[in-house]
């Protein structure tokens, strides 16, 4: 797709020296009177990159995909295409954040007050003063990389709470609170659910031989090798320190039972790499399994019979499954 933009003359800023000041962004004007789009994009090139696109849908397109940090919109365009592009990225999830400075003959004030009312940020009425316009158009910026650094934080802090630091499994708190989910639906919807507990034999002596971060590379690559044996809609999470569980939804007793031995077996059958070089050392695993037995049973009770079953492995030997 051809674009119709037009760098203005003075120099654009770098991305990154963009961030340092705070100030100038990229830029997105849509407006298809050249008169009007010359003379605005020279006014913002003092502080910000420009691109001009005449074609509102073209504008969607380039809004979609062009990471803007301000969409500069005329409602004087034909057929109303200015407030369509408006309402469009609004509902876009590409262009949602992006703010919108919308721009009018002060005949068309109408159609601001609807632009308004469809999540438009802020306007400018024609005639439009330089001032005016390069500190709206700051403003918008500004707000917009506060609230993008905001979500940024929000996100991290979730994933931070969920996730266990180590092996990047899902946490003991996230496992608890969603296995009730689980368990519920399971019990609505008439389905099986299994649960195992795995936990690693003898790990202390890995401790003790390799040092603990040894330790911590066995149970790394553990993590490694359970991602890659369970389905999207299983949940693995590190319970404890060498201890994991496997949820898995709508998996009976024999199901779960051949993926826990498959599992046990593709650890004990092939050594794991500690250190970069290091030689390879044996590990083995010992596997708790059970499932949800009733309607509403306590996902307390699911896990203490998976506890029992793990015990029960342990204390007959080690690496194997136990139901
Ligand atoms: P068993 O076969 O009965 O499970 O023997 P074990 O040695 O694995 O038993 P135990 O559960 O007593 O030992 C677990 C050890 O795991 C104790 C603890 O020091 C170690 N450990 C706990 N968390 C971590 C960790 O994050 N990193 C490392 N390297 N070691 C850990
Ligand atoms: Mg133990
Ligand atoms: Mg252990
Ligand atoms: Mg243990």
Request: proline share 2%.
């Amino acid at each position: 797709r051809a674009i119709t933009s037009l760098e203005i003359g003075v120099q654009a800023p770098e991305r990154s020296a963009v961030a340092d000041t705070g100030k100038g962004g990229r830029i997105l004007l849509v407006d298809d009177r050249q008169s009007s789009y010359e003379r605005l994009a020279t006014l913002l090139a003092a502080e910000h990159t420009v691109e001009v696109e005449p074609n509102p849908t073209e504008a969607l397109f380039h809004a979609a995909e062009g990471n803007y940090d301000l969409l500069i919109v005329s409602l004087d365009l034909n057929n109303f295409d200015g407030l369509r592009l408006c309402s469009q990225a609004r509902s876009l999830e590409r262009t949602r954040h992006v703010p919108i400075l919308a721009i009018a003959d002060a005949e068309n004030g109408t159609r601001l007050l609807r632009g308004l009312e469809i999540g438009v940020n802020d306007y400018l009425l024609r005639p439009i003063d330089k001032n005016e316009l390069l500190a709206r158009a700051r403003t918008q910026i500004r707000r917009r990389r506060y609230t993008d650094h905001l979500r940024d934080n929000v996100q991290n802090s979730i994933e931070m709470a969920i996730t266990d630091a180590l092996t990047g499994l899902h946490n003991r708190r996230y496992m608890e609170s969603h296995l009730a989910t689980l368990a519920e639906q399971a019990s609505t919807r008439g389905k099986p659910l299994a649960l195992m507990l795995l936990d690693i034999d003898y790990f202390k002596s890995i401790n003790d031989n390799y040092g603990h971060d040894g330790g911590d590379d066995v149970l790394r690559e553990f993590a490694v090798r359970v991602r890659k044996s369970i389905r999207g809609i299983d949940l693995a999470c590190r319970y404890g320190g060498e201890e994991f569980v496997i949820v898995m939804p709508e998996t009976d007793l024999h199901v779960a039972g051949m993926v826990a031995e498959r599992l046990r077996r593709s650890i004990a059958g092939e050594p794991f790499a500690i250190h970069k070089g290091a030689k390879r050392i044996e590990v083995t695993i010992s596997i708790g399994l059970t499932t949800l037995e009733k309607k509403g049973e306590a996902v307390a009770d699911v896990l203490k019979r998976a506890d029992m079953a793990l015990y029960r492995a342990k204390h007959d030997g080690r690496n194997r499954v136990v139901s």
